[in-house]
C-alpha cells in the first residue's frame, strides 16, 4: 500500500517562507537519482523522488476544460494526489487536499500555470513536512518546461546534468525507465541537451549549473562544492554519505535499477560503452550526438563518421531498431517483475493514468455534447 494518504482537513503550523526551489534537467539514466540523494542529504534541502507530474499532466491539461473555475481546479489537485498514491518510489508524508494551494507568484493563468502552481504546492508541502527550507525536483523531463517554471518562479536553479551519451544507451539498456535501443536513447538525449544548451546560452544562463556525472564520480568533494555556490548553500560533508541515509536503502530495495544508490559512489563508473556497446552501436550513438560531445568534453571514437543527420540510418533500418527495442523490453520488463519490489506500483502507475486519459475524455465529449444540443 503507498505511503501517501489523501487525508481531510489537518491543523497545520506557520513555516518560514522556502527558499528557490532548485531543478534537476536533463536526460534520465545520467545520475539524476544519485545528485538527488546528494542534495537530499543537505540539512536544508528536500528532494524527494518525483512522480513526474509536469510530465504525465501537461498534455492532459486540456481536457480538465476552464481551469478558472474552482471544480476544474479540484479535479486536477485530486488527480495529481492520485498518482502520488501510485508512485513507484512512495512519499512518506501524508497530503490533505487543501494544502496545494500557490506558494510562489502567480504564473499566467493560461498554458501549464494552473498545473505549475499545483505542482509547486506540493513539492512545498514535501518541504515542509521534512522540516528543510528548500525543496528540489529531480524530475529530469523538467527540460522540456523551463519557460513555464520561470513563469511561477523567476528566481529558480537548474542543475543540467550530462553525461557521456554512450554510458547512457548501456545504462539504458538495463533499466524499465528508458528506450532500450542504443539509438532512440542517442535521439532522446540529443533532443533533451540541445534545449539544455539553449538555455545555457540564454539571458537566464546564469541560473543554470552544467554538471558532469564523470566529474561528479571522479571528483565529488570538489563538484558538490562547485555546485552548493551556484546555489548559495554551504558545503556539508554528510552529502557525500548520501549512502547512509534512510532515503537511499529505501532506493536501493526499491529497483534493481537503484542498487548502486546504498553504496558509495563508484568513482571508475565510466566509459562502460567501450566493452558493452558494439562498434556499430557506438558510431550510432556518436553519430547522432554530434557536436554535443565534443562541446561537453566526451572524445570521439569514430571522428571521421558523417555528421547528424546526414548519417540518419534507413527507414528500414530504424524499424530494425523498434523491434530490437520491443525485444529488449519485453525481456526488461520480465527482469523487473522479477526482481523490483515497486514493479507492481509500475502497472498501478500506467493503469491510473490510463484510465484517467479516458475518464477525462469522455467528459470532455459529454460537455462538448451538451453544449451543442
Not at 491543523?11 to 537530499?40: C, M, Q
Not at 514535501?126 to 528548500?134: A, D, L, N
Request: glycine fraction near 6%; charge should be positive; proline fraction near 8%.
Amino acid at each position: 500500500m503507498a505511503l501517501v494518504r489523501v487525508l481531510g482537513p489537518q491543523t497545520v503550523t506557520k513555516v518560514d517562507t522556502p527558499a528557490t526551489p532548485l531543478f534537476i534537467i536533463g536526460t534520465e539514466r545520467s545520475g539524476s537519482n544519485l545528485l538527488r540523494l546528494i542534495l537530499n542529504a543537505h540539512s536544508g534541502i528536500a528532494v524527494p523522488h518525483p512522480p513526474h507530474i509536469l510530465k504525465f499532466f501537461a498534455p492532459l491539461l486540456p481536457l480538465y476544460g476552464d481551469l478558472k473555475r474552482p471544480a476544474a481546479q479540484r479535479r486536477l489537485a485530486h488527480d495529481i494526489l492520485s498518482l502520488l498514491e501510485a508512485h513507484i518510489h512512495p512519499w512518506e508524508i501524508t497530503v490533505a487536499p487543501e494544502r496545494l494551494e500557490p506558494t510562489h507568484r502567480k504564473p499566467p493563468e493560461d498554458g501549464l500555470g494552473p498545473l505549475v502552481e499545483v505542482f509547486f504546492a506540493l513539492y512545498d508541502e514535501y518541504r515542509r513536512q521534512s522540516g528543510k527550507r528548500r525543496w528540489g525536483c529531480k524530475s529530469t523531463f523538467v527540460i522540456d518546461y523551463v519557460e513555464e517554471v520561470l513563469a511561477a518562479c523567476p528566481q529558480a536553479k537548474f542543475i543540467l546534468l550530462v553525461r557521456d551519451p554512450r554510458d547512457v544507451a548501456v545504462s539504458s539498456r538495463r533499466s524499465i525507465f528508458s528506450p532500450f535501443h542504443p539509438y532512440f536513447t542517442a535521439l532522446l538525449w540529443r533532443r533533451q541537451q540541445l534545449a539544455g544548451v539553449r538555455w545555457l546560452d540564454s539571458e537566464a544562463g546564469g541560473q543554470f549549473h552544467l554538471l558532469r556525472y564523470e566529474d561528479l564520480i571522479e571528483h565529488p568533494a570538489e563538484t558538490v562544492a562547485s555546485l552548493c555556490r551556484f546555489l548559495d548553500e554551504e558545503f556539508e560533508p554528510q552529502m557525500l554519505e548520501y549512502h547512509a541515509t534512510p532515503e537511499a536503502r529505501k532506493s536501493q530495495a526499491l529497483s534493481a535499477s537503484w542498487r548502486n544508490l546504498g553504496l558509495p559512489i563508484k568513482r571508475h563508473n565510466r566509459n562502460t560503452f567501450q566493452t558493452d556497446l558494439t562498434a556499430g552501436e557506438t558510431r550510432l550513438v556518436e553519430a547522432v550526438g554530434g557536436e554535443l560531445l565534443t562541446r561537453f568534453g566526451y572524445p570521439l571514437k569514430f571522428p571521421a563518421a558523417p555528421p547528424w543527420p546526414a548519417s540518419r540510418p534507413s527507414a528500414l533500418r530504424v524499424a530494425w531498431y523498434h523491434a530490437l527495442d520491443w525485444a529488449w523490453r519485453l525481456a526488461g520488463e520480465w527482469r523487473a517483475f522479477r526482481n523490483d519490489r515497486n514493479y507492481r506500483l509500475h502497472w498501478r502507475r500506467r493503469i491510473f493514468l490510463g484510465r484517467l486519459r479516458l475518464r477525462l475524455r469522455c467528459r470532455l465529449d459529454k460537455a462538448v455534447r451538451a453544449l451543442t444540443i
